[in-house]
């Protein structure tokens, strides 16, 4: 969806008919796009009003729609520093939607032909869910892991379909899925009080660390926002490595 908004925002400089065509071509909706357009800009102006990114002020420059935009787009920013990064962008939305969380069910006892894998059913923690057959995710053929992040759950003739989904590393879930609960002895983890990943204990204590540390940083600059470089500490930098360090080997070995 990202790269879909990316050009379509880049055809509507041809025009308003072009990015309505383009639209059509892909099967989304013009007006979907406009909104997610004005989303962006009230979401960006909110975090300028607390602090927390810096809007260039000028008293000959009004917060017009489109300088607002303009500005929110410019990749120099320090707020837009790993907006080019899939594995950072799809880990946010991890954060955002936490505890909306699936975990794709497959024949454990069954040895995978590849790394990627389709999961036809899924589950939430408490029950059996599916893709929504009008999301993309339903035709995948494949998924790079076993994760997925949902906006929301629609049931229909009993069966429970998730919309708005989006797969999420197995690194994502450590970081930002919930509490994190160490079984030393098994070398597991338990996210969130219910989906289990094979960690060894001395990873996912250190990704444990690492999430309560995040917390006492965010903690602090909610206090303080006008410390707000917070995309330069070394912890944020450590879990951006790692994120897209995660990306990189998943592709190799696919």
Known sequence: MMVAYRKWVKILHEGI????????????????????SDLRIEFGTLLADIGLINLRKSKTEERRKEN??????????PFNMYSQEPEVVKAVLCVGL???????????????????Q?????????REVHIHPTSINKTCKAFQY???VFLEKVESKKIVNLRDTTIVSPFS?????????????SG????DGWLKLAAPAQTAVLFKELQLTLHSILKDLIRNPEKSGIVHNEVVKSMVHLLIQEGKTATRMN
């Open 68 to 77: 607002l935009d303009v500005w929110f787009s410019d990749r120099t920013q």
């Open 146 to 148: 076993p994760f997925l």
């Open 173 to 185: 879930i450590l970081l930002f899925g919930g509490s994190v609960d160490v079984q030393h002895h």
């Open 188 to 191: 597991s983890v338990t996210i």
């Open 98 to 116: 936490c505890p909306n969380i699936a975990e794709g069910l497959v024949n454990r006892l069954a040895k995978p032909e590849k790394q990627t």
């Open 17 to 36: 008919h072009a990015a309505e065509r383009f639209c059509d071509s892909k099967f989304m909706s013009s007006s979907v796009m406009r909104t997610i």
């Open 118 to 126: 389709r999961y036809a059913v899924w589950h939430d923690g408490r």
